[in-house]
């Protein structure tokens, strides 16, 4: 089984559209997180939820949209797709919040090609 | 702030030969986690210190931490190609509750 899971794996997509990207983890964590890797690799954070609650919102532009309609499942919507949003989302939970620290699962990631 | 600089960036190395990256910080470190991706996959965890001066093991690999918590190092001895991916360090997010800030990364070629 599948720890934390995402969908879809690719998405390409022309400029100006809006998409959706899901994850569900079945760990029974309370702390999910969206994670964005650009083409160099660095991982930059976006969101952070505790169960349902945003807590860690970073300079994202507000074109961003996570839902979280439980603790189990943490959404990210993306409205007016641009060329620099091309990248890997991964998806990600923890047990805790980083205050004590957890360690991350991440989800296989989301690769999303704006054209 | 709340940065974590990772070098080298890059390192490329034959088969049998050892590996280090480095994970370095302006201010004192709660802990350090480190993690692993391989080519076109996720990032997954290996392990986390917290203690002044602590060192692990995981067969091959040694990590340690700075007595100082301002650092930390992964050694790899005698590198195999399973070795090759991106190795990075994270910090807990200090008063930011739920962040950890990665390092920008080591990515390692093994040559057979």
């Known amino acids: 089984d599948t720890a934390v899971s995402q969908t879809p794996k690719y998405l390409v997509t022309q400029m100006g559209n809006d998409k959706s990207i899901k994850c569900e983890q079945n760990?029974?964590?309370?702390?999910m997180y969206w994670y964005k890797q650009d083409s160099k690799k660095f991982l930059k954070i976006m969101f952070s939820?505790?169960?349902?609650?945003?807590?860690i919102n970073e300079t994202v532009p507000n074109r961003f949209s996570p839902k979280s309609p439980d603790k189990a499942h943490l959404n990210l919507h993306i409205n007016s797709l641009e060329l620099g949003d091309s990248a890997v989302y991964f998806c990600?939970?923890?047990?805790?919040?980083?205050?004590?620290?957890?360690?991350?699962?991440f989800g296989e990631g989301s690769r999303l090609t704006v054209l | 702030g709340q940065q974590v600089m990772q070098i080298p960036q890059y390192q490329h190395v034959q088969e049998g030969e050892d590996f280090t990256t480095y994970c370095n910080s302006s201010?004192?470190?709660?802990?350090i986690q480190w993690y692993k991706q391989r080519p076109g996959g996720h990032p997954v965890f290996l392990i986390q210190?917290?203690?002044?001066?602590e060192v692990k093991k995981q067969k091959r690999l040694t990590f340690q931490f700075g007595e100082a918590k301002k650092n930390s190092s992964l050694h790899i001895t005698a590198t195999q190609t399973t070795d090759v991916g991106t190795y990075f360090c994270?910090?807990?997010?200090?008063?930011?509750?739920?962040?950890?800030?990665f390092g920008q990364g080591t990515i390692l070629t093994v040559h057979p």
């Open positions: 201010t004192t470190l709660s802990n």
């Open positions: 939820y505790n169960n349902k609650e945003l807590i």
């Open positions: 760990l029974g964590h309370d702390t």
């Open positions: 210190l917290v203690k002044s001066g």
């Open positions: 990600a939970s923890s047990l805790q919040g980083f205050a004590n620290t957890g360690e991350l699962f």
């Open positions: 994270a910090r807990a997010g200090g008063t930011s509750y739920g962040k950890l800030t």
